[in-house]
Protein backbone atom coordinates (compact mmCIF):
# COMPACT_ATOMS: atom_id res chain seq x y z
CA UNK A 1 0.00 0.00 0.00
CA UNK A 2 0.96 3.40 -0.58
CA UNK A 3 2.37 5.35 1.83
CA UNK A 4 -0.41 7.07 4.58
CA UNK A 5 0.41 10.42 5.06
CA UNK A 6 0.10 12.46 1.75
CA UNK A 7 -0.59 15.95 1.04
CA UNK A 8 -3.84 16.79 -0.51
CA UNK A 9 -5.27 13.13 -0.15
CA UNK A 10 -7.83 12.00 2.48
CA UNK A 11 -6.86 9.18 5.08
CA UNK A 12 -9.67 7.52 3.82
CA UNK A 13 -8.33 6.80 0.56
CA UNK A 14 -5.72 5.08 1.58
CA UNK A 15 -7.92 1.83 2.61
CA UNK A 16 -8.53 1.53 -1.35
CA UNK A 17 -7.64 -1.72 -2.64
CA UNK A 18 -5.03 -1.27 -5.49
CA UNK A 19 -4.86 -3.20 -8.53
CA UNK A 20 -3.26 -3.27 -12.21
CA UNK A 21 -5.82 -1.93 -15.11
CA UNK A 22 -6.94 -4.75 -17.25
CA UNK A 23 -5.45 -2.78 -20.03
CA UNK A 24 -4.62 -4.95 -22.97
CA UNK A 25 -2.89 -2.11 -24.97
CA UNK A 26 -0.74 0.72 -23.79
CA UNK A 27 -2.15 3.80 -22.61
CA UNK A 28 -3.53 6.77 -24.72
CA UNK A 29 -3.42 9.69 -21.72
CA UNK A 30 -6.67 11.36 -21.50
CA UNK A 31 -8.54 12.62 -23.86
CA UNK A 32 -7.59 16.50 -24.60
CA UNK A 33 -11.54 17.31 -25.53
CA UNK A 34 -13.03 16.17 -22.02
CA UNK A 35 -14.89 13.25 -21.19
CA UNK A 36 -18.32 14.48 -22.83
CA UNK A 37 -17.07 15.13 -26.17
CA UNK A 38 -15.03 11.88 -25.63
CA UNK A 39 -18.73 10.25 -25.09
CA UNK A 40 -19.91 11.72 -28.04
CA UNK A 41 -16.64 11.13 -30.42
CA UNK A 42 -16.58 7.68 -29.86
CA UNK A 43 -20.56 7.27 -29.97
CA UNK A 44 -19.83 8.88 -33.90
CA UNK A 45 -16.45 6.98 -35.08
CA UNK A 46 -17.66 3.40 -33.44
CA UNK A 47 -21.94 3.79 -33.99
CA UNK A 48 -21.90 0.68 -36.13
CA UNK A 49 -20.04 -1.19 -33.87
CA UNK A 50 -21.69 0.00 -30.60
CA UNK A 51 -25.18 -0.70 -32.21
CA UNK A 52 -24.08 -4.49 -32.70
CA UNK A 53 -22.74 -4.25 -28.99
CA UNK A 54 -26.18 -2.66 -27.90
CA UNK A 55 -28.36 -5.47 -30.12
CA UNK A 56 -26.12 -8.01 -28.01
CA UNK A 57 -27.07 -6.08 -24.27
CA UNK A 58 -30.77 -5.88 -25.47
CA UNK A 59 -30.93 -10.00 -25.84
CA UNK A 60 -29.90 -10.10 -22.15
CA UNK A 61 -32.12 -7.55 -20.89
CA UNK A 62 -35.43 -8.88 -22.80
CA UNK A 63 -36.29 -10.93 -19.73
CA UNK A 64 -36.48 -8.00 -17.59
CA UNK A 65 -37.74 -5.56 -19.80
CA UNK A 66 -40.71 -8.49 -20.52
CA UNK A 67 -41.70 -8.34 -16.68
CA UNK A 68 -41.68 -4.58 -17.03
CA UNK A 69 -43.01 -3.63 -20.51
CA UNK A 70 -45.67 -7.00 -20.82
CA UNK A 71 -46.02 -8.96 -18.20
CA UNK A 72 -46.86 -6.76 -15.65
CA UNK A 73 -49.63 -4.41 -18.05
CA UNK A 74 -51.01 -7.87 -18.91
CA UNK A 75 -51.73 -9.54 -15.46
CA UNK A 76 -52.73 -6.00 -13.97
CA UNK A 77 -55.40 -6.28 -17.04
CA UNK A 78 -56.53 -9.69 -16.18
CA UNK A 79 -57.26 -8.71 -12.66
CA UNK A 80 -59.12 -5.95 -13.72
CA UNK A 81 -61.10 -7.85 -16.38
CA UNK A 82 -62.09 -10.24 -13.45
CA UNK A 83 -63.78 -7.74 -11.48
CA UNK A 84 -67.46 -6.51 -12.29
CA UNK A 85 -67.37 -2.66 -11.02
CA UNK A 86 -70.71 -2.37 -13.02
CA UNK A 87 -73.10 -4.76 -11.29
CA UNK A 88 -76.88 -3.41 -10.22
CA UNK A 89 -76.37 0.08 -12.57
CA UNK A 90 -79.84 -1.02 -14.79
CA UNK A 91 -80.49 -3.18 -17.61
CA UNK A 92 -77.43 -5.14 -19.48
CA UNK A 93 -75.51 -4.95 -16.26
CA UNK A 94 -76.70 -7.68 -13.68
CA UNK A 95 -75.14 -9.33 -10.63
CA UNK A 96 -73.11 -8.41 -7.86
CA UNK A 97 -70.74 -5.35 -7.54
CA UNK A 98 -67.57 -5.80 -6.63
CA UNK A 99 -65.66 -3.10 -4.25
CA UNK A 100 -63.26 -0.96 -5.92
CA UNK A 101 -60.94 -1.03 -2.30
CA UNK A 102 -60.81 -5.13 -3.52
CA UNK A 103 -60.00 -4.53 -6.62
CA UNK A 104 -57.38 -2.36 -6.06
CA UNK A 105 -56.08 -4.47 -3.55
CA UNK A 106 -56.05 -7.69 -5.77
CA UNK A 107 -54.35 -5.43 -8.51
CA UNK A 108 -51.66 -4.31 -6.09
CA UNK A 109 -51.07 -8.37 -5.18
CA UNK A 110 -50.76 -9.07 -8.82
CA UNK A 111 -47.98 -6.20 -9.41
CA UNK A 112 -46.23 -7.77 -6.19
CA UNK A 113 -46.48 -11.38 -8.15
CA UNK A 114 -45.14 -9.77 -11.15
CA UNK A 115 -42.14 -7.92 -9.38
CA UNK A 116 -40.60 -11.31 -8.33
CA UNK A 117 -39.42 -12.20 -11.66
CA UNK A 118 -37.12 -9.45 -10.71
CA UNK A 119 -34.05 -11.60 -9.60
CA UNK A 120 -34.33 -14.42 -11.93
CA UNK A 121 -34.07 -11.46 -14.84
CA UNK A 122 -30.83 -10.65 -13.16
CA UNK A 123 -29.31 -13.76 -14.25
CA UNK A 124 -29.71 -12.93 -18.08
CA UNK A 125 -29.21 -9.38 -17.01
CA UNK A 126 -25.59 -9.46 -15.41
CA UNK A 127 -23.93 -11.01 -18.30
CA UNK A 128 -25.32 -8.36 -20.59
CA UNK A 129 -24.47 -5.76 -18.27
CA UNK A 130 -20.57 -7.97 -18.50
CA UNK A 131 -20.62 -7.49 -21.99
CA UNK A 132 -21.35 -4.01 -22.25
CA UNK A 133 -18.65 -2.34 -19.92
CA UNK A 134 -16.47 -4.48 -21.28
CA UNK A 135 -16.91 -3.50 -24.48
CA UNK A 136 -17.01 0.49 -23.02
CA UNK A 137 -14.14 0.21 -21.03
CA UNK A 138 -11.99 -0.61 -23.94
CA UNK A 139 -13.62 2.24 -26.21
CA UNK A 140 -12.52 4.21 -23.49
CA UNK A 141 -9.28 3.60 -22.92
CA UNK A 142 -8.80 4.12 -27.06
CA UNK A 143 -8.14 0.57 -27.66
CA UNK A 144 -9.23 -1.45 -30.90
CA UNK A 145 -12.34 -3.47 -29.98
CA UNK A 146 -14.27 -6.39 -31.59
CA UNK A 147 -17.76 -5.64 -30.78
CA UNK A 148 -19.32 -9.13 -30.53
CA UNK A 149 -15.72 -11.26 -29.71
CA UNK A 150 -15.18 -8.54 -26.91
CA UNK A 151 -18.93 -8.32 -25.62
CA UNK A 152 -18.71 -12.21 -24.68
CA UNK A 153 -14.77 -12.60 -23.95
CA UNK A 154 -16.35 -9.90 -21.11
CA UNK A 155 -19.10 -12.41 -20.26
CA UNK A 156 -17.17 -15.16 -19.62
CA UNK A 157 -14.17 -12.98 -17.52
CA UNK A 158 -16.77 -10.84 -15.29
CA UNK A 159 -20.14 -12.56 -15.27
CA UNK A 160 -20.18 -14.21 -11.85
CA UNK A 161 -18.50 -10.84 -10.55
CA UNK A 162 -21.35 -8.36 -12.37
CA UNK A 163 -24.33 -11.04 -11.12
CA UNK A 164 -22.59 -10.92 -7.17
CA UNK A 165 -22.86 -7.17 -7.79
CA UNK A 166 -26.66 -7.22 -9.54
CA UNK A 167 -28.49 -9.53 -7.49
CA UNK A 168 -28.28 -7.18 -3.97
CA UNK A 169 -29.20 -4.41 -6.44
CA UNK A 170 -32.52 -6.59 -7.98
CA UNK A 171 -33.09 -7.24 -4.70
CA UNK A 172 -33.31 -3.42 -3.00
CA UNK A 173 -35.83 -2.38 -6.85
CA UNK A 174 -37.28 -5.75 -5.37
CA UNK A 175 -37.86 -4.08 -1.81
CA UNK A 176 -38.45 -0.86 -3.15
CA UNK A 177 -41.38 -2.12 -5.45
CA UNK A 178 -42.81 -4.31 -2.82
CA UNK A 179 -43.00 -1.92 0.20
CA UNK A 180 -44.83 0.85 -2.13
CA UNK A 181 -47.22 -1.53 -3.38
CA UNK A 182 -47.99 -2.65 0.26
CA UNK A 183 -48.49 1.29 1.34
CA UNK A 184 -50.90 1.21 -1.94
CA UNK A 185 -52.92 -1.68 -0.61
CA UNK A 186 -52.89 -0.73 2.88
CA UNK A 187 -54.40 2.68 1.16
CA UNK A 188 -56.71 0.85 -0.63
CA UNK A 189 -57.77 -0.73 2.54
CA UNK A 190 -57.99 1.92 4.57
CA UNK A 191 -55.68 0.72 7.26
CA UNK A 192 -52.81 2.37 9.09
CA UNK A 193 -50.06 3.69 6.77
CA UNK A 194 -47.70 5.21 9.16
CA UNK A 195 -45.14 2.12 9.71
CA UNK A 196 -45.30 1.79 5.83
CA UNK A 197 -44.84 5.00 5.10
CA UNK A 198 -41.06 4.64 7.27
CA UNK A 199 -40.85 1.33 5.35
CA UNK A 200 -40.88 2.91 1.83
CA UNK A 201 -38.60 5.76 2.72
CA UNK A 202 -35.77 3.64 4.97
CA UNK A 203 -35.90 0.60 1.70
CA UNK A 204 -35.78 3.69 -1.02
CA UNK A 205 -32.56 5.79 0.99
CA UNK A 206 -30.37 2.22 1.22
CA UNK A 207 -31.58 1.00 -2.34
CA UNK A 208 -31.14 4.44 -3.74
CA UNK A 209 -27.14 3.88 -1.81
CA UNK A 210 -27.13 0.59 -3.31
CA UNK A 211 -27.27 1.55 -6.78
CA UNK A 212 -25.04 4.62 -6.06
CA UNK A 213 -22.36 2.04 -4.76
CA UNK A 214 -23.03 -0.48 -7.79
CA UNK A 215 -22.97 2.20 -10.72
CA UNK A 216 -18.74 2.61 -9.10
CA UNK A 217 -18.56 -1.19 -8.94
CA UNK A 218 -19.65 -2.13 -12.00
CA UNK A 219 -16.99 -0.32 -14.03
CA UNK A 220 -14.31 -1.12 -11.77
CA UNK A 221 -14.97 -4.90 -12.34
CA UNK A 222 -14.04 -4.61 -15.68
CA UNK A 223 -11.27 -1.68 -15.23
CA UNK A 224 -8.91 -3.13 -12.73
CA UNK A 225 -7.31 -7.10 -11.68
CA UNK A 226 -9.35 -7.12 -8.22
CA UNK A 227 -11.15 -9.42 -6.23
CA UNK A 228 -14.76 -8.62 -5.61
CA UNK A 229 -14.38 -7.95 -2.13
CA UNK A 230 -11.88 -5.17 -2.80
CA UNK A 231 -14.28 -3.84 -5.51
CA UNK A 232 -17.15 -3.61 -2.85
CA UNK A 233 -14.84 -1.86 -0.56
CA UNK A 234 -13.36 0.36 -2.86
CA UNK A 235 -17.10 1.40 -4.06
CA UNK A 236 -18.33 1.94 -0.91
CA UNK A 237 -15.14 4.25 0.28
CA UNK A 238 -15.48 6.29 -3.42
CA UNK A 239 -19.42 6.30 -2.25
CA UNK A 240 -19.33 7.78 0.65
CA UNK A 241 -16.83 10.08 -0.17
CA UNK A 242 -18.63 11.51 -3.63
CA UNK A 243 -21.90 11.23 -3.09
CA UNK A 244 -22.76 14.37 -5.18
CA UNK A 245 -20.62 12.41 -7.87
CA UNK A 246 -22.56 9.10 -7.53
CA UNK A 247 -25.80 10.58 -7.70
CA UNK A 248 -24.87 12.57 -11.11
CA UNK A 249 -24.23 9.11 -12.55
CA UNK A 250 -27.47 7.50 -11.02
CA UNK A 251 -29.49 10.21 -12.92
CA UNK A 252 -27.67 9.64 -16.06
CA UNK A 253 -29.23 6.02 -15.52
CA UNK A 254 -32.83 6.72 -14.59
CA UNK A 255 -33.27 9.85 -16.64
CA UNK A 256 -34.29 7.39 -19.94
CA UNK A 257 -36.13 5.31 -17.35
CA UNK A 258 -38.24 8.03 -15.63
CA UNK A 259 -38.42 9.40 -19.40
CA UNK A 260 -40.18 6.04 -20.93
CA UNK A 261 -42.52 5.64 -17.79
CA UNK A 262 -43.75 8.79 -17.22
CA UNK A 263 -44.07 11.15 -20.53
CA UNK A 264 -46.02 8.51 -22.64
CA UNK A 265 -45.73 10.92 -25.70
CA UNK A 266 -42.13 10.14 -26.29
CA UNK A 267 -42.64 6.99 -24.56
CA UNK A 268 -41.96 4.66 -28.11
CA UNK A 269 -39.09 6.93 -28.94
CA UNK A 270 -37.05 6.17 -25.87
CA UNK A 271 -37.45 2.62 -26.60
CA UNK A 272 -36.13 2.65 -30.31
CA UNK A 273 -33.20 5.11 -29.26
CA UNK A 274 -32.38 2.66 -26.67
CA UNK A 275 -32.54 -0.48 -28.66
CA UNK A 276 -30.96 1.31 -31.40
CA UNK A 277 -27.91 2.79 -29.49
CA UNK A 278 -28.73 4.13 -25.70
CA UNK A 279 -27.72 1.17 -23.97
CA UNK A 280 -23.98 1.38 -25.17
CA UNK A 281 -24.29 5.47 -24.66
CA UNK A 282 -25.29 5.23 -21.59
CA UNK A 283 -22.63 2.16 -20.55
CA UNK A 284 -19.98 4.72 -21.90
CA UNK A 285 -21.53 7.58 -19.65
CA UNK A 286 -21.32 5.38 -16.72
CA UNK A 287 -17.99 4.00 -17.52
CA UNK A 288 -16.47 7.64 -18.04
CA UNK A 289 -17.80 9.50 -15.38
CA UNK A 290 -17.20 6.58 -13.01
CA UNK A 291 -13.78 6.59 -14.62
CA UNK A 292 -13.31 9.88 -13.41
CA UNK A 293 -12.35 8.27 -9.81
CA UNK A 294 -10.62 6.11 -11.13
CA UNK A 295 -7.86 8.31 -13.04
CA UNK A 296 -7.59 10.66 -10.34
CA UNK A 297 -7.60 8.30 -7.52
CA UNK A 298 -6.79 4.66 -7.92
CA UNK A 299 -4.60 4.15 -10.56
CA UNK A 300 -1.98 7.11 -9.20
CA UNK A 301 -2.23 5.72 -5.81
CA UNK A 302 -1.47 2.38 -7.73
CA UNK A 303 1.54 4.07 -9.30
CA UNK A 304 2.73 5.39 -6.64
CA UNK A 305 3.07 2.37 -4.62
CA UNK A 306 4.53 0.82 -7.24
CA UNK A 307 6.93 3.10 -8.01
CA UNK A 308 8.03 2.95 -4.11
CA UNK A 309 8.53 -0.62 -4.29
CA UNK A 310 10.73 -0.17 -7.39
CA UNK A 311 12.60 2.11 -5.58
CA UNK A 312 13.23 -0.12 -2.43
CA UNK A 313 14.11 -2.59 -4.64
CA UNK A 314 16.83 -1.13 -6.02
CA UNK A 315 17.76 0.17 -2.60
CA UNK A 316 17.93 -2.79 -1.31
CA UNK A 317 20.27 -4.45 -4.37
CA UNK A 318 22.79 -1.24 -4.23
CA UNK A 319 23.29 -2.64 -0.50
CA UNK A 320 24.23 -5.69 -1.33
Known amino acids: MAQTQKSGVKPILYKLVLAEETRSEDSKGRYPAGRVKQIFDIMRAEMSRLMWVNLWFFLFALPLMFVIIWLSPYLAQKVMDSFNFMGNLGIGYPGTVDSLSEGAVKLYDAYRLCYLAFVPACLFLAAGLAGL ?22 VKKYYFKMLALLIPVCLAVEGISQSILWLMILYADGASV ?11 IAGIMLLVINLF ?30 LLILAIVLIPVFLALFVPSIMILIYLLMIMFGFSFVGLSVT ?19 AQYNKN ?6 KR
Open 194 to 204: AGAWVLVIAVS
Open 313 to 318: RKTEKK
Open 288 to 306: SFAGITFDNIITPLYQARQ
Open 217 to 246: AMPMTVAYDMKLAGVYKNSLILASQMPVFG
Open 133 to 154: FNVCKKALWGENFKPTKDFFAG
